[in-house]
C-alpha cells in the first residue's frame, strides 16, 4: 500500500522563510565568487571582480638591466705562472694547489743535471780567470823593467777581460737555473716569485721536469686579493653594456650577499660557438671569499636612463617556467598574458615585451587571484 507524502502548514512556513531568505541575501561575502571559463582557457569570467584590486601598468625612465651568467677568475695582472728554468726530477714537493705561500717560500726541489753542468762551467771558469790573472801580473813586472813588449802586456791585459766575462756569465748561468754561485750543488730550489694562492698544479712528486719548452707551468700562483667576475654577453645584448657601468654579483654560494662593480673591459672578439662577448667586472677580495671558478651571475645597469614598464612583482605570477599576469578585458573578464622580465628596481618588476602596453590595467595580486580561480573551478 502506498502512503500519500501531505505537506504540513508549518513545514511549508519553514521551506517559505529559507527561500526568502536566500533571495534576499545581496551580501558578496556570503555569495562566494563563481568564475567561469570560457572556451579561450586563458580568460577568465568572474562574478564579483571588485574583490580583486586592480593596478595600471607604468612606465617610468628607468636604467636597462642585462643578466648574464659568469665565472669567477683570477686577476691576470696579479698571476704568476712558476716554471724552472733547468729540467731534472723533483725530490721534494714543499706545497700543493690551493696553498697560500709568501714571497720565496720554496715550492719544490728538482735535482738537476742542468745545474751541476752550470756550477762546473762557472768553476772552470774562475780557474781560467785566476790563471790569466797571474800572467797578467807577470806581464805587467816584465814590462815595467823592459823586458817584455807593449803588444805582449796588451795581449796578457785581452785575455784576463775575456777570462772576467766568461765567469760572469757562468755566475748569471747559475743564479738563472736557481742556484746560488757560493753553494755549489745539483738542487734546485724553486721558490714563490710573489705572494699569493697556488691555483694551478701540474707536478708531483718525484716527476722528471722539462726546461723551456711547451709544458705547463709548474704552478700558478695568484693573489686572491682582488679577482674578475667574467660573464657571457649575447651578441643581441651588447648594446646594453657600456665601460663604465654599474654591475652586482651573486654567487651561488652566497644568495644573500650582492658584490657591486663596474664594467672595466668588454671583449672585441666575440665567441665563435655562444656568440658571445667577454665582460670584465673587478670587484676587491680582501676576505677571500670569492673563490676562482665559483659560478656567477652579473647584473649590468646601464648609466642612461630609458622609458620602461613596470608593474608591483606581485602582479607577475610564476608559473611553468613563465611569468604571467592577469589583464582586465572587460567588466567581469579577466585574460592570463605571459610577459617577460627585465629586471627589478625595489617593489617594481621591468617589462620587456609588448604584450602589455601602458595603462593596462592588471591584477595587483595574481597569485591570490588564480588560487581564487582554482578553488572556484573545484
Not at 571559463?37 to 571588485?50: K, R, Y
Request: glycine share 6%; aromatic share 6%; net charge negative.
Amino acid at each position: 500500500m502506498t502512503r500519500e507524502f501531505r505537506w504540513s502548514p508549518a513545514l511549508i512556513a519553514m521551506v517559505s522563510l529559507l527561500a526568502a531568505a536566500v533571495a534576499c541575501s545581496g551580501d558578496p561575502k556570503a555569495a562566494p565568487t563563481k568564475s567561469e571559463t570560457t572556451i579561450d582557457p586563458n580568460l577568465f569570467q568572474i562574478d564579483h571582480p571588485e574583490l580583486f584590486k586592480v593596478v595600471k601598468v607604468e612606465t617610468q625612465s628607468l636604467p636597462s638591466i642585462l643578466n648574464a651568467n659568469g665565472i669567477v677568475t683570477p686577476d691576470v695582472n696579479r698571476t704568476i705562472h712558476v716554471t724552472s728554468q733547468g729540467s731534472g726530477r723533483v725530490v721534494d714537493l714543499r706545497v700543493k694547489l690551493g696553498d697560500f705561500v709568501e714571497k720565496g717560500q720554496a715550492l719544490l726541489s728538482i735535482y738537476s743535471s742542468d745545474l751541476a753542468g752550470a756550477f762546473s762551467d762557472y768553476q772552470k771558469a774562475q780557474a781560467d780567470e785566476r790563471l790569466s790573472q797571474k800572467a797578467l801580473d807577470r806581464a805587467q813586472s816584465l814590462y815595467s823593467h823592459g823586458a817584455l813588449a807593449q803588444k805582449d802586456l796588451e795581449v796578457a791585459q785581452d785575455a784576463e777581460d775575456k777570462a772576467k766575462v766568461d765567469v760572469q756569465t757562468a755566475e748569471q748561468h747559475v743564479r738563472l737555473l736557481g742556484g746560488d754561485p757560493a753553494h755549489p750543488g745539483s738542487l734546485i730550489e724553486l721558490r714563490a716569485p710573489v705572494a699569493g694562492t697556488i691555483v694551478e698544479q701540474n707536478v708531483s712528486g718525484y716527476e722528471g721536469v722539462k726546461s723551456l719548452d711547451n709544458s705547463p707551468a709548474l704552478f700558478t700562483v695568484a693573489d686572491l686579493s682582488q679577482v674578475w667576475v667574467v660573464c657571457d654577453v649575447y651578441e643581441n645584448d651588447l648594446s646594453e653594456v657600456h665601460l663604465g657601468d654599474a654591475a652586482e654579483v651573486r654567487l651561488s654560494a652566497y644568495p644573500g650577499r650582492v658584490y657591486r662593480g663596474s664594467v672595466a673591459d668588454i671583449s672585441r672578439v666575440l665567441d665563435p660557438n655562444l656568440r658571445s662577448a667577454k665582460v670584465r667586472i673587478v670587484l676587491p677580495n680582501p676576505d677571500g671569499t670569492l673563490r676562482p671558478n665559483m659560478y656567477a651571475v652579473g647584473t649590468f645597469r646601464s648609466s642612461q636612463l630609458r622609458p620602461q614598464l613596470v608593474v608591483p612583482s606581485t602582479a607577475v605570477m610564476r608559473l611553468q617556467d613563465k611569468d604571467w599576469v592577469f589583464r582586465k578585458e572587460g567588466q567581469n573578464q579577466f585574460r592570463k598574458i605571459e610577459v617577460h622580465s627585465s629586471g627589478t628596481s625595489g617593489a617594481l618588476l621591468e617589462l620587456k615585451d609588448g604584450t602589455v602596453k601602458a595603462g593596462d590595467e592588471i591584477v595587483a595580486n595574481a597569485l591570490e587571484f588564480s588560487t581564487a580561480m582554482a578553488e572556484n573551478k573545484e
